[in-house]
């Protein structure tokens, strides 16, 4: 069974369209540092479930400075995120067990949710999601 901090993260994850305009700008910074690897190599591998990155690994005796740079950039960034994401489930735990559990997840619907209940979402929170989540006007 999933953790409550496991299922929060989940969450976060899901709350708002700036995770997924995060997840593209990651990975069109890989397809564009990696393009030569992606068509010499990896032109046959189906993306998803972690098959081009075993491709990659594969061939990483063949992997320019340009791709290498881009690999480990999107690490870094992808760990930035998760440390943030796990400071705004750790912020708001609460907050999103007592006024947003029964929300659907997804499409960024626990983010408004929050929002609309922040008269009583705890100030940690508020600040948690100010500090890691920027909304679209």
Do not use: W
Not at 52 to 73: N, P, R, V, W
């Amino acid at each position: 069974m999933k953790s409550i901090k496991t299922t929060l993260i989940t969450v976060v994850l899901l709350m708002g369209a700036s995770s997924t305009a995060m997840a593209g700008d990651i990975i069109g910074g890989v397809e564009e540092g990696c393009a030569v690897e992606i068509e010499q190599f990896c032109s046959q591998v189906t993306p998803g479930d972690g098959r081009m990155l075993a491709c990659f690994f594969a061939h990483e005796d063949k992997i320019s400075g340009k791709c290498q740079y881009a690999l480990y950039t999107a690490s870094a960034e992808l760990e930035q995120a998760a440390t943030a994401l796990n400071y705004v489930a750790s912020q708001c735990e609460n907050d999103i067990m007592a006024h947003c559990a029964d929300v659907q997840l997804g499409e960024g619907r626990v983010l408004d949710c929050l929002d609309a209940n922040k008269e009583n979402v705890s100030e940690a929170c508020q600040a948690a999601v100010g500090d890691v989540f920027v909304k679209a006007e």
